[in-house]
């Protein structure tokens, strides 16, 4: 191998570096905005909005498997990312035009296509990109360790210049703290943006540098010998077997057991992938052995990422709603408080590795099991703090930045024990001939993580959760219209009670039938709860409630008024009422400590079954 070889890295990889770079733009731009923007804008209930959210992030990760398939039987790398970037640029141009016609169905129409375009360019992108950064060294080549650090720079890069970006033009307030859902839109066009410029300077450069030292071309469609198109033979009857099941599972899971059908779909696949896997006739004993720790590793990573994405999610919501953003007069977005996770990686990426590096030479690195174990403590931890936070914490308090931007801290911390790990891990365990596919598995565990996510999501406590819109009558406008609340009561202090008019109400899916007033009574409402009403849709200015104080009348526009529930029920996880924040934020604590307790007891016996690999 000659010095010039060695001197340097190819110019291509700055290439993959910047086309990833964007692309993380893009996604991290949009989910930082999506949850606020279906429950702001769409005006989604939070726990609706989780379960679309965990829909989202988790197909993410199930579609690579597809998108890996093609690319390795018949598009190459190149045509995967072309065709994939094209998906998630038109994906995020329906998110814009959503943000640009925010109505319950225009808007949300709009958005589960630009959706169903993202999930689906994502499988062809994602799982390609990554793969070339390897295939532009010679075998053997030392520089591939370093090579995929700068690579991982890129996307954290793109992590953390997104929220900014996207975060700071979509998620705007007016002068009374009343979100501007007409702003979603910009943010939404900026990641459309990114995702062209990555597509763009990939298509453009692609030809130029992304090629191997021999000066090949790099990502090409596979040509396949005889003997090779004889050896990827599908064994028609293994694959029924497995489709059935599935067909079986999901049944289980969505007819029985009540869940979604996206549910339905991630988990069992899954279950079945795995079990197709290990039952394959030609592992030897010490093969099984290892693929069983990547299993068992990749059951305990659910509970870690269901617990971590809550960043996008409940997160969100608890940084919009009681987190004392304002700095130096300045509120900041509560969007913003994503870049934190990937500020921290930036800073403490280079601790880690100068700390495992120095354990390693001593002999007393940790196996990648409890690395991994180390790793859910920290979330635990992340989540005790927040909880210690948040307790004995009023719904109309606000807290510290402290609490959640300290959270975030631990959990970067417990991230770097466990994330980087996995994927080498799998690497090192997998026989050759099923690295492909168990590197799908590991990204299943993360679909299942991402979905479970946002069912957890679900159980954040509401303190007011919308009903529906439905029309009025202009009779029936003129009653709210001449119950006027002073701007001081929707946008002032939280603190104690305003009465208003009492109505009798009567309505169906479309429209108000009945909508009277009942004398001249009225009835005490939270300021509390007609402010965070207020920061939904700023046109709220007037209102009446119904005589036993559960639903409120809010007025939209001519034509179309809001029903919110003022007493929602509280959610329940295993039986148990999750009153508040400090009984939601111990669910995380409680999970991801157990889990931890459970592989850190295991740990030894893994390590065992890795044989030397560990």
């Not at 700055?14 to 996604?27: I, V």
């Not at 293994?238 to 599972?249: D, P, W």
């Not at 959640?404 to 790990?421: A, R």
Request: charged letters at 15%; a positive charge; one cysteine or more.
């Amino acid at each position: 191998m000659s010095d010039q070889v060695q001197k340097g890295h190819p110019k291509g990889l700055y290439l993959l570096y910047f086309t990833e770079m964007w692309e993380r733009f893009s996604y991290y731009g949009m989910r930082a905005i999506f949850t606020l923007y279906m429950v702001n804008a769409l005006l989604f209930d939070k726990a609706f909005a989780s379960k679309i959210y965990g829909s989202y992030t988790g197909l993410v990760y199930l579609t690579p498997l597809l998108g890996g398939y093609v690319a390795d039987r018949y598009w190459g790398n190149r045509k995967s990312i072309i065709f994939g970037g094209i998906l998630m640029a038109i994906g995020q141009f329906f998110m814009f035009m959503s943000g640009s016609n925010y109505d319950a169905t225009t808007g949300t129409t709009f958005m589960y296509i630009g959706l169903g375009f993202l999930i689906f360019g994502n499988g062809f992108f994602k799982p390609n990109i990554s793969t070339m950064v390897g295939q532009l060294y010679p075998e053997g080549d030392r520089r591939v360790d370093s090579a995929f650090t700068i690579f991982y720079q890129g996307i954290n890069l793109g992590a953390l210049l997104a929220p900014i970006v996207c975060g700071s033009l979509g998620e705007q307030y007016d002068a009374n703290g009343s979100i501007q859902p007409a702003a979603f839109k910009y943010g939404f066009l900026a990641a459309c943006i990114g995702m062209i410029i990555s597509l763009i300077a990939f298509i453009i450069l692609k030809n130029k540098f992304i090629i191997r030292p021999d000066g090949s071309a790099v990502g090409l469609a596979p040509v396949k010998t005889p003997e090779e198109k004889a050896g990827a033979k599908i064994n028609i009857t293994k694959v029924m077997i497995g489709l059935a099941t599935i067909l079986g599972l999901y049944f289980l899971f969505n007819q029985i057991l009540g869940m979604d059908e996206i549910a339905g779909v991630i988990f069992s696949c899954c279950i079945v992938l795995p079990a197709l896997i290990i039952t394959d006739g030609s592992l030897t004993k010490q093969e099984k052995d290892r693929i069983w720790v990547i299993f068992i590793i990749a059951f305990f990573v659910i509970f870690f990422w269901s617990a971590f994405e809550q960043a996008g999610a409940s997160l969100t919501f608890f940084a919009q709603e009681q987190t004392d953003r304002n700095i130096f007069g300045w509120n900041m977005p509560a969007s913003l408080f994503q870049i934190f996770n990937a500020a921290f990686i930036v800073l403490l990426a280079p601790v880690a590795v100068s700390i495992w590096g120095y354990l390693g030479k001593k002999g007393k690195e940790p196996s990648s099991p409890l690395k991994q174990s180390m790793g859910l403590l920290f979330l635990a931890l992340g989540y005790l703090f927040i909880a210690w936070g948040v307790s004995g914490v009023e719904p109309w308090q606000k807290v510290s930045m402290v609490w959640l931007v300290g959270l975030y801290l631990i959990h970067t911390i417990g991230e770097l024990c466990l994330s980087p790990i996995g994927l080498s891990m799998v690497v090192k365990l997998a026989p050759a001939r099923f690295v492909s596919l168990l590197m799908g598995v590991w990204f299943m565990s993360t679909a299942t993580a991402n979905k479970f996510a946002g069912e957890l999501s679900a159980l954040y406590p509401e303190e007011v959760k919308i009903e529906k819109q439905v029309s009025i009558s202009p009779a029936q406008l003129q009653l709210l219209s001449s119950s006027l609340i002073p701007n001081e009561v929707l946008t002032g202090e939280p603190k104690g009670v305003y009465a208003l008019p009492v109505v009798n109400l009567e309505s169906t899916d479309k429209s108000i039938s009945t909508l009277a007033p009942a004398g001249d009574s009225r009835l005490e409402v939270s300021r509390y709860h007609l402010k965070l009403i207020k920061g939904a849709n700023g046109k709220f200015v007037s209102g009446a409630v119904t005589a036993d104080g559960q639903f409120l009348v809010a007025n939209r526009d001519n034509e179309v008024v809001d029903i919110w529930n003022l007493k929602p029920e509280k959610p329940t996880f295993l039986g148990m009422k999750v009153e508040n924040l400090y009984d939601f934020f111990m669910i995380f604590f409680w999970m991801a400590g157990v889990a931890a307790v459970l592989l850190f007891s295991i740990h030894r016996w893994l390590k065992k079954m890795m044989h030397g690999k560990g």
